[in-house]
């Protein structure tokens, strides 16, 4: 665990152990306790750990990283048993407001210490100890989940080969600084949708704003999970979803023309049906940050330049290359062992074709493989393989001769930075004003107006990032729907703990993400 994360464990840890301090402080004496003990972390534990005649090492085991947290709640639960407190509204209060329910109690007139013999008479029935024991297992696991890290599982090969489909994932929420979720009220351990259903697994009764506690900015090559920016708005059917997100549908259907496709899908309620989802509950995403906030990106036949200097590949991005061999006949095995390429046709993405010359090919090879094979002498030539030229981001005319392997020059904005608007960078910046920062920026006649008035200037309110995968001909990243606003990163990819693929793929379990 990076020094940086453990010092957010241990300073929520701290946390945990001080805000109810001013509560216990009241409650101690009626224990036989000096007030002062309260204010002094571990010794308050220690001491409310002896008043109840249980383990006094339990008060010491509390700095294990994260385990700590739930062992002061466990903690605390007993503590509130020897004031006579047993129903679940008290535990509950006691291991999540602490700060607030102690001084309650405190200050309540028929509070009175009982002492551990009295708890010992209390017996809970059976279908409580496992009640309250599922409880405790499901808010755990969620806080870990929330705050810690995450599970995640590929789906698509957009990170191959330094991520490969069915790699299972821990995400580290510390990373970036945990997010608070929008939407609290949601049901444990489900993303957006109850299973087996279309219906939504959360409620938007409660929101809570953007809020981010100990925030750290994201680095350049990252491997960053985040929600997806363009599937605030979705087709709920499953053949749309992310994979045909809403804005593309919207420029198919209409021939190009967006506005004109948006008419055809609201016309159409049974059979587009749409779905507006909160920034917390859109699809995760998993990509490389490129470039981050105030940098200038620009894609050159296929070489990616940030602020003007080439931008090293990954060893395990992709490209395809138009390969001229030196005339040795290819050896299936080889190619697989040596230079990572199946010349088997794969479902999807082929990773070897032979044009009509005998030694001419196209080849998807990783940066890795591509000097490789420079440096044996098998490839007398080798050039990347230009990309398809379409990509929709941004959604103008003006823009359209940028392609996959030829796109930008783009600045990405920074927050604080202020932006002069023109007609060449209107529908670059057009959605980060209107939707992920909540302003009305229209363009009447080419005169700007943000919020009804007139005016050309507009300063950041978040930090945006530019992300790509790291299979570069086979990814829907930011060159097809453009930012990524801060509010929408959830964490980085950390570590693979396991990978099947007909069977475990042994070498990459417990491999780190670089």
Same mark, same amino acid.
């Given at each position: 665990?990076?020094?940086?994360?453990?010092?957010?464990?241990?300073?929520? @840890?701290?946390?945990?152990?001080?805000?109810?301090?001013?509560?216990?402080?009241?409650?101690?004496?009626?224990?036989?306790?000096?007030?002062?003990?309260?204010?002094?972390?571990?010794?308050?534990?220690?001491?409310?750990?002896?008043?109840?005649?249980?383990?006094?090492?339990?008060?010491?085991? @509390?700095? +294990?990283?994260?385990?700590?947290?739930?062992?002061?709640?466990? !903690?605390?639960?007993?503590?509130?048993?020897?004031?006579?407190?047993?129903?679940?509204? #008290?535990?509950?209060?006691?291991?999540?407001?602490?700060?607030?329910?102690?001084?309650? !109690?405190?200050?309540?007139?028929?509070?009175?210490? !009982?002492?551990?013999?009295?708890?010992?008479?209390?017996?809970?029935?059976?279908?409580?100890?496992?009640?309250?024991?599922? !409880?405790?297992?499901?808010?755990?696991?969620?806080?870990?989940?929330?705050?810690?890290?995450?599970?995640?599982?590929?789906?698509?090969?957009?990170?191959?080969?330094?991520?490969?489909?069915?790699?299972?994932?821990?995400? =580290?929420?510390?990373? *970036?600084?945990?997010?608070?979720?929008?939407?609290?009220? =949601?049901?444990?351990?489900?993303?957006?949708?109850?299973?087996?259903?279309?219906?939504? =697994?959360?409620?938007?009764?409660?929101?809570?704003?953007?809020?981010?506690?100990?925030?750290?900015?994201?680095?350049?090559?990252?491997?960053?999970?985040?929600?997806?920016?363009?599937?605030?708005?979705?087709?709920?059917?499953?053949? *749309?979803?992310?994979?045909?997100?809403?804005?593309?549908?919207?420029?198919?259907?209409?021939?190009?023309?967006?506005?004109?496709?948006?008419?055809?899908?609201?016309?159409?309620?049974?059979?587009?049906?749409?779905?507006?989802?909160?920034?917390?509950?859109?699809?995760?995403?998993?990509?490389?940050?490129?470039?981050?906030?105030? #940098?200038?990106?620009?894609?050159?036949?296929?070489?990616?330049?940030?602020?003007?200097?080439?931008?090293?590949?990954?060893?395990?991005?992709? +490209?395809?290359?138009?390969?001229?061999?030196?005339? @040795?006949?290819?050896?299936?095995?080889?190619?697989?062992?040596?230079? /990572?390429?199946?010349?088997?046709? @794969?479902?999807?993405?082929?990773?070897?074709?032979?044009?009509?010359?005998? /030694?001419?090919?196209?080849?998807?090879?990783?940066?890795?493989?591509?000097?490789?094979?420079?440096?044996?002498?098998?490839?007398?030539?080798?050039?990347?393989?230009?990309?398809?030229?379409?990509?929709?981001?941004?959604?103008?005319?003006?823009?359209?001769?940028?392609?996959?392997? /030829?796109?930008?020059?783009?600045?990405?904005?920074?927050?604080?930075?202020?932006?002069?608007?023109?007609?060449?960078?209107? =529908?670059?910046?057009?959605?980060? &004003?209107?939707?992920?920062?909540?302003?009305?920026?229209?363009?009447?006649?080419?005169?700007?107006? &943000? /919020?009804?008035?007139?005016?050309?200037? *507009?300063?950041?309110?978040?930090?945006?990032?530019?992300?790509?995968?790291?299979?570069?001909?086979?990814?829907?990243?930011?060159?097809?729907?453009?930012?990524?606003?801060?509010?929408?990163?959830?964490?980085?990819?950390?570590?693979?703990?396991?990978?099947?693929?007909?069977?475990?793929?042994?070498?990459?379990?417990?491999?780190?993400?670089?």
């Amino acid at each position: 665990m990076p020094v940086k994360d453990i010092l957010v464990v241990y300073t929520i @840890q701290l946390l945990l152990l001080l805000l109810p301090s001013f509560g216990l402080s009241k409650m101690f004496p009626k224990a036989g306790i000096a007030s002062w003990k309260a204010f002094v972390p571990v010794l308050n534990t220690w001491e409310m750990q002896k008043a109840a005649k249980r383990p006094t090492y339990w008060a010491l085991v @509390q700095l +294990l990283p994260i385990a700590g947290w739930f062992i002061t709640m466990g !903690i605390y639960i007993e503590w509130t048993k020897l004031f006579g407190r047993f129903a679940i509204k #008290d535990h509950a209060m006691a291991s999540f407001i602490p700060f607030a329910y102690f001084p309650y !109690i405190a200050n309540h007139k028929d509070t009175r210490f !009982i002492g551990e013999e009295a708890v010992k008479k209390h017996k809970k029935s059976g279908g409580r100890e496992w009640f309250d024991a599922g !409880i405790f297992a499901v808010v755990a696991a969620t806080l870990i989940r929330t705050f810690v890290f995450e599970a995640y599982t590929i789906p698509t090969g957009s990170m191959e080969k330094t991520l490969l489909v069915n790699d299972f994932l821990f995400v =580290s929420k510390f990373s *970036y600084g945990p997010r608070i979720p929008n939407t609290p009220l =949601s049901v444990p351990f489900v993303h957006h949708t109850l299973p087996f259903t279309s219906a939504r =697994s959360y409620s938007e009764l409660i929101k809570i704003p953007y809020t981010r506690w100990f925030e750290s900015p994201v680095q350049r090559n990252d491997v960053v999970v985040f929600n997806f920016p363009a599937g605030d708005t979705v087709i709920n059917l499953p053949q *749309y979803q992310s994979e045909v997100p809403y804005y593309q549908a919207c420029q198919n259907l209409g021939g190009g023309n967006r506005d004109a496709g948006r008419q055809v899908i609201l016309s159409n309620p049974d059979e587009y049906p749409l779905v507006v989802r909160p920034v917390d509950k859109r699809e995760n995403y998993i990509k490389r940050c490129v470039a981050i906030a105030g #940098d200038t990106l620009q894609i050159i036949d296929g070489v990616l330049k940030v602020n003007g200097a080439v931008s090293p590949a990954p060893p395990h991005s992709e +490209l395809y290359y138009e390969v001229i061999t030196n005339g @040795q006949l290819l050896d299936r095995d080889v190619l697989k062992e040596e230079y /990572n390429v199946d010349m088997d046709l @794969q479902e999807g993405q082929p990773e070897f074709q032979q044009l009509p010359d005998s /030694n001419h090919f196209i080849m998807l090879l990783t940066a890795e493989a591509k000097d490789k094979m420079l440096k044996s002498g098998l490839a007398k030539k080798l050039t990347v393989y230009m990309g398809p030229s379409k990509t929709d981001f941004p959604y103008d005319t003006i823009h359209k001769t940028w392609a996959v392997d /030829n796109y930008g020059p783009l600045w990405v904005p920074k927050k604080g930075a202020t932006l002069t608007l023109t007609k060449d960078n209107y =529908s670059i910046y057009e959605r980060i &004003i209107n939707v992920y920062e909540h302003n009305k920026l229209e363009d009447k006649s080419g005169q700007f107006y &943000i /919020n009804g008035v007139a005016t050309n200037q *507009y300063t950041f309110k978040m930090n945006y990032y530019w992300m790509m995968g790291d299979n570069r001909h086979g990814s829907q990243d930011s060159r097809f729907w453009g930012f990524v606003p801060e509010d929408h990163i959830v964490g980085e990819a950390s570590i693979i703990w396991m990978s099947v693929q007909n069977g475990v793929r042994w070498k990459r379990l417990f491999k780190t993400i670089k």
